[in-house]
């Protein structure tokens, strides 16, 4: 996006980037530009310091302080040779600046490398949300997860705890059983304490992973 309030100075930096085969698009002022933002999201600006209505650097600053507008960089273009304007501009935010009369070569160094920067910036935030994206569908996971264990435990204890209290309860009457069924009562019940203890250990574990053990 290039933003100046002369037209025949946008045309002169089309002119000089044309060999790169860049997009372009143009506003003749900072409230343009603003606006088209909303629009188009380019991913450099070129911005002009000298404008009517609204300067270079009040746009370049509400700019950078927009979260959805501020990671685009800015490479202010300006007559204005001075330290203390060329501090100012970094100060609003802007990523480079060139003086006027604009070098070709120049121009073109500096927009591909902000570019480049830009295209690296991309992929970072690209790589975040899939990596954003993967943390949520492993929490699902767990969550799922720790659903299935509270279940599975729920299902076996109260059964076993039926099978338990009956054998025990039979064993309370074993002078009537043989010896034999005596002893199959007796390794039923072992057998079933066996098991409560593995349910519990299946909770303990699940505890453990989720820190509240």
Request: with cysteine; charged share 30%.
């Amino acid at each position: 996006l290039i933003v100046d309030d002369e037209d025949v100075n946008i045309k002169i930096i089309k002119g000089m980037l044309a060999s790169e085969n860049y997009h372009n698009i143009s506003a003749l002022k900072g409230s343009e530009d603003l606006s088209m933002l909303s629009l188009n999201r380019p991913d450099l600006i070129l911005l002009d310091v000298m404008m009517p209505e609204m300067d270079g650097f009040e746009t370049c600053r509400k700019i950078k302080q927009d979260k959805n507008t501020r990671i685009i960089p800015v490479l202010m273009i300006t007559a204005l040779r001075e330290k203390e304007h060329r501090l100012k501009a970094l100060d609003c935010g802007a990523d480079d600046f060139l003086s006027k009369p604009v070098d070709k070569m120049e121009l073109k160094i500096r927009v591909k490398s902000l570019l480049r920067i830009k295209e690296y910036h991309d992929e970072l935030i690209e790589r975040y949300e899939e990596i954003e994206k993967k943390n949520v569908q492993l929490q699902e996971l767990e969550d799922l997860k720790d659903g299935l264990v509270h279940m599975i435990v729920h299902d076996l204890k109260n059964p076993l705890f039926a099978i338990s209290g009956n054998i025990e309860l039979l064993l309370l009457d074993k002078e009537n059983f043989s010896k034999t069924q005596s002893i199959a009562a007796a390794n039923c019940l072992l057998s079933c304490q066996t098991l409560n203890e593995l349910v519990q250990q299946l909770l303990d574990i699940n505890k453990l992973e989720n820190k509240k053990l």
